[in-house]
C-alpha cells in the first residue's frame, strides 16, 4: 500500500511521492532554546519521530533535518536577567532538549542546524531576496516584500487584502508596507551581533529555517512539519521566502500537529498550567508518555491530565503483562500442537492492520488500537493448555517489531539481586511446607520492595511494581 499524508496546503489527503526514489527529505521547525522544553514542544518532537520511523520501517533513508533556534529576543531576554552569554544558556539547553527527548524514544536527527553556525547562509540567502527585488534595506533592518510574492497567504488560506487589515507596524519599525517581515534585525547596544552588508545585527526567526532547508536538503523538499501554532504566520513567510529566493516550490508536503490542552484548557503561564517535558519525565515512565501521544491522532487536539496519563499507564501495563506472560510461557512450551499456521496467519493480518493504519496519514491512535488486537490474541493463544514456541515467538516478535516502529521499546526485567533471589526460594519452600503465614509475611515483604509475585500453574512469577 501507499502512504497518504494529509497536506496542510491543500487541505487533503494525497498520495505521498518522494522527489528522489526511496528517499524522503524532511525538515522539522525545532525548539528555542532558552528554557526546558514543555509537553507542547515534546508532541512534534515524537510524532514526526515516530513519522520517520516508519518510513525507514518501509525502506525509505530519511534525510532529517531539526534546527535550533540558538540566538533571539527571548534567547537575549534570558542572558539578561541570568547574567550569562547567550551561547551558554543555549548550549545548556540544547543537551537538555536532546536528552528529554531521547528519553522519551526520539532518535536524534540527521542534521541538527543551529542560527549562529548559519549565518554565512542566511546573510546569502537575504542578499538574494534583496537582489531579486524582494526585500529592502531600511536603515539597517532587512525587510521581505511581502506584497512581491504572489502566492503569500497559499498555506493558511487568507487573501492578502484579509492579512493586510490585521497588520500593523510596531514601534521603531521602518517598514514600507504593514504586511513586511523582517530577515534582518539591526542590532542594539550591548546585543550578541554578526557582521553583514546592512550592518552588525541578527536574522529574523523566519529566515533562518529558509537558509538551514536549502543547505541541508535543497530547494524543494518533500515534508515540511511543525506545530499547528508555526503555520501562520511562521511557515508561510518560510514559503514565500524560499519560492521567492529559489524560484521553486518548497515544500511538497505541509504537515503540522494539534494543540495540547491542560485538563481542557489551553496550556499557557499565564493560566498557570504550564508543564514542562523535564519535570514530567522525572515522575512518569517516558515510555507511557510517548504512548499517551500517539494515542491520539497527531492532527487532532490532545487533552493533557493525571487522570488520562494513569488511563495511559493502566494500557501501557497490559502491553508488558502480556509480554510477561509469553516469556514464562515460551520457557515451559511443550511444542505438541499442531495448528501453528492458523495463530501465524492471524498474527501475519494484524501486522497487515497495522501498517494500513500507519499509511493512512500515520494514524497512531488506530494503530495502537490494531495492537491490542494483538494483546487479545495472545491472550487467548495462551488459554490453550499447549502452546507451541514458534507461534509465541511470533506474538513477542510482531509485538517489539509494532512499538519499535512507534519508538517504544520495552525493557527486560532486570535481575532480582541475590537477597530477594533468596527470600523467593524461601517462600516457594515455605509453601510446599504449608507454612502459609511464612510465605504470606514473605510475600508482603517483597511487595513493600515493589517486587509483585504471581503464583500460576507453572510456578512463581514476579514483575516490579
Given at each position: 500500500?501507499?502512504?497518504s ?8 489527503k ?16 525545532g525548539?528555542?532554546v ?6 507542547g514542544?515534546?508532541?512534534?518532537a ?17 534525510d532529517?533535518v531539526l534546527?535550533f ?9 534570558a ?23 531521547g ?25 538574494t531576496?534583496?537582489d531579486?527585488?524582494?526585500?529592502y534595506?531600511s ?5 521581505f ?6 502566492g ?7 487573501s492578502?487584502d ?5 497588520a500593523?507596524i ?6 514600507e ?15 550578541i551581533?554578526?557582521q553583514s ?17 536549502k ?13 499547528q ?10 514559503i ?16 503540522h500537529n ?6 481542557n484548557?489551553?496550556?499557557s ?8 517535558a ?29 487522570s488520562?496519563?494513569?488511563s ?17 510461557r515460551?520457557?515451559?512450551?511443550l511444542?505438541l ?10 498474527i ?6 497495522f501498517?494500513?493504519?500507519m499509511?493512512d ?10 495492537i ?13 493448555k ?15 517489531q509494532?512499538l519499535?516502529?512507534l519508538?517504544i ?13 533468596q ?9 510446599k ?14 511487595k ?15 514483575k516490579?511494581?
Amino acid at each position: 500500500m501507499t502512504i497518504s499524508i494529509y497536506n496542510t496546503m491543500k487541505r487533503q489527503k494525497e498520495e505521498f511521492k518522494p522527489i528522489e526514489p526511496d528517499k524522503v527529505k524532511m525538515y522539522v521547525c525545532g525548539p528555542t532554546v532558552y528554557n526546558y522544553i514543555h509537553i507542547g514542544n515534546a508532541r512534534p518532537a515524537i510524532v514526526f519521530d515516530t513519522v520517520r520511523r516508519y518510513f525507514e520501517y518501509k525502506g525509505f533513508a530519511v534525510d532529517y533535518v531539526l534546527n535550533f533556534t540558538d540566538v533571539d529576543d527571548k534567547l537575549i531576554k534570558a542572558a539578561n536577567e541570568l547574567g550569562e552569554e547567550v551561547p551558554v544558556i543555549a548550549n545548556r539547553f540544547i543537551q537538555a532538549y536532546k536528552e528529554d527527548v531521547g528519553a522519551l524514544g526520539v532518535k536524534e536527527a540527521v542534521h541538527h542546524p543551529r542560527v549562529t553556525e548559519s549565518m554565512d547562509d542566511i546573510i546569502a540567502f537575504i542578499s538574494t531576496l534583496i537582489d531579486k527585488g524582494h526585500a529592502y534595506e531600511s536603515e539597517g533592518d532587512v525587510y521581505f516584500k511581502t506584497r512581491s510574492f504572489e502566492g503569500y497567504g497559499k498555506l493558511s488560506h487568507q487573501s492578502i487584502d484579509e492579512l493586510r487589515s490585521g497588520a500593523r507596524i510596531q514601534v521603531g519599525e521602518k517598514k514600507e508596507d504593514p504586511l513586511d517581515f523582517t530577515l534582518w534585525k539591526k542590532a542594539k547596544d550591548g546585543e550578541i551581533a554578526w557582521q553583514s552588508p546592512w550592518g552588525q545585527g541578527r536574522p529574523g526567526w523566519h529566515i533562518e529555517c529558509s537558509a538551514m532547508a536549502k543547505r541541508y536538503l535543497g530547494d524543494t523538499i518533500d515534508i515540511h512539519a511543525g506545530g499547528q501554532d508555526l503555520a501562520f504566520p511562521h511557515h508561510e513567510n518560510e514559503i514565500a521566502q524560499s519560492e521567492a529566493g529559489n524560484g521553486k516550490s518548497f515544500a511538497n508536503y505541509w504537515m503540522h500537529n494539534g494543540y495540547i490542552n491542560i485538563d481542557n484548557e489551553k496550556m499557557s503561564k499565564s493560566l498557570g498550567n504550564f508543564v514542562l517535558a523535564h519535570d514530567l519525565i522525572q515522575k512518569h515512565d517516558p515510555k507511557v508518555l510517548r504512548f499517551f501521544m500517539l494515542s491520539v491522532h497527531y492532527r487532532n487536539p490532545i487533552n493533557f491530565s493525571d487522570s488520562l496519563l494513569e488511563s495511559a499507564k493502566n494500557s501501557f501495563d497490559r502491553i508488558e503483562n502480556v509480554m510477561t506472560n509469553l516469556k514464562h510461557r515460551k520457557e515451559t512450551s511443550l511444542d505438541l500442537v499442531s495448528d501453528n499456521q492458523k495463530w501465524l496467519d492471524k498474527i501475519s493480518k494484524i501486522e497487515e492492520d497495522f501498517e494500513r493504519e500507519m499509511d493512512d496519514d500515520f494514524n497512531t491512535a488506530n494503530a495502537i488500537a490494531v495492537i491490542f488486537d494483538l494483546i487479545k490474541e495472545a491472550n487467548t493463544y495462551l488459554q490453550n493448555k499447549q502452546t507451541h514456541t514458534e507461534v509465541i515467538t511470533a506474538f513477542e516478535n510482531t509485538m517489539n517489531q509494532l512499538l519499535q516502529i512507534l519508538g517504544i521499546t520495552l525493557e527486560e526485567e532486570t535481575l532480582l539481586d541475590e537477597e530477594i533471589e533468596q527470600l523467593i526460594e524461601q517462600r516457594i519452600a515455605a509453601r510446599k511446607n504449608k507454612d502459609f503465614a511464612l510465605a504470606d509475611q514473605i510475600r508482603d515483604d517483597l511487595k513493600d520492595r515493589d517486587i509483585i509475585l504471581e503464583d500460576t500453574p507453572q510456578g512463581t512469577r514476579w514483575k516490579r511494581g
